[in-house]
């Protein structure tokens, strides 16, 4: 059981490259998440999703598109990658319980140049 | 107003001593709640739930305080290992309101 886990772990990017950044669970959740964290910033939600097929904007969608063809997988794209883009990115799922809280997959750091 | 607010530290403490941490959260419909910690350059990880009669996990206690509206993180005996950043979350049990405070620093010192 690997719970949440993201693909790749580094990458380093031009300006104006594109990239796709995966994340695939294996917990059978509906919901899952992409954050960027930066120094000071905390984690800020950049689109979600509620189930195969949906996607919503979160607070910093803005040069990033997403897509979940699948239930166990989410993935995050950027299509013109800016410097401002640098950053880690932290993929997450929730389960639906009332109790249930959010697990992280092991992030991916971006650099632009 | 930020959804949830934390004092970012850090907080620099010997070993041994106890320490405690707060978050506060605006919205009152808030019913989950949560304590992460994260090590440097790695991702959050749930410390703890918090329930609204508390919750005590070894050296751990959360507590929860619906009337004033924060939920509180002691570490009791801190270690050299307990240095963090501790992410207070909280969940109205809406798919897209689950905030997380933006941590607060724990330094452990000899």
């Known amino acids: 059981n690997a719970g949440v886990t993201q693909t790749p772990k580094f990458r380093v990017l031009k300006t104006g490259q594109s990239m796709t950044l995966l994340c695939a669970q294996d917990m059978n959740h509906e919901y899952m998440y992409w954050y960027r964290q930066d120094p000071g910033m905390g984690l800020r939600l950049i689109h979600y999703?509620?189930?195969?097929?949906?996607?919503a904007k979160g607070e910093v969608p803005d040069g990033y598109n997403v897509s979940r063809l699948k239930k166990q997988n989410f993935l995050l794209g950027l299509e013109s990658a800016a410097p401002s883009q640098t950053s880690v990115y932290f993929c997450?799922?929730?389960?639906?319980?009332?109790?249930?809280?959010?697990?992280f997959g092991p992030g991916t750091r971006l650099t632009v140049l | 107003r930020k959804e949830v607010e934390q004092d970012p530290g850090p907080f620099n403490v010997p070993e041994g001593a106890t320490v405690a941490f707060n978050c506060t959260y605006s919205?009152?419909?808030?019913?989950?709640f949560f304590w992460y910690r994260q090590d440097c350059r790695k991702e959050p990880k749930l410390l703890m739930s918090?329930?609204?009669s508390g919750n005590e996990d070894g050296r751990f206690t959360a507590q929860l305080n619906r009337a004033s509206q924060y939920i509180s993180l002691l570490i009791r005996d801190s270690k050299l290992s307990d240095s963090a950043t501790y992410l207070c979350?909280?969940?109205?049990?809406?798919?897209?309101?689950?905030?997380f405070g933006s941590g607060t620093k724990l330094n452990v010192k000899p």
């Open positions: 918090v329930y609204s």
């Open positions: 919205n009152s419909a808030s019913q989950s």
């Open positions: 997450a799922s929730e389960g639906q319980g009332s109790t249930d809280t959010q697990y």
């Open positions: 999703s509620v189930g195969e097929g949906t996607t």
């Open positions: 979350a909280v969940n109205s049990n809406n798919f897209n309101k689950f905030y």
